[in-house]
């Protein structure tokens, strides 16, 4: 089961994507979705799972907090955001 969150964790820092230091709407990449929700909460999307979690933006990194320890993002330039395995998520339009 921790391999399971540690890949749906893995597939939320792909799909979210940025515009400065913020996080808003729907992020999505190859198989997997994360929505920014109100109250610092996100849901990632794999494979049909869904699993809402915490998560904190600061400075251009976003912090998935999973029972597993952090995920950490990195926000783009460009408004994407990279994953662990060059994995990058843009904002759903």
Do not use: W
Request: aromatic letters at 4%; one cysteine or more.
């Amino acid at each position: 089961m921790k391999r399971v969150h540690h890949v749906l964790a893995l597939a939320a820092l792909l799909a979210l994507a940025a515009c400065g230091a913020k996080v808003s709407g729907t992020y999505s990449g190859p198989g997997m979705e994360l929505e920014f929700k109100s109250g610092g909460k996100v849901v990632q999307t794999v494979m049909g799972m869904e699993v809402e979690m915490k998560y904190e933006v600061e400075d251009n990194k976003v912090k998935l907090v999973t029972p597993g320890g952090n995920l950490v993002l990195t926000l783009q330039d460009d408004g994407s955001i990279k994953g662990p395995m060059g994995i990058r998520l843009e904002k759903k339009k």
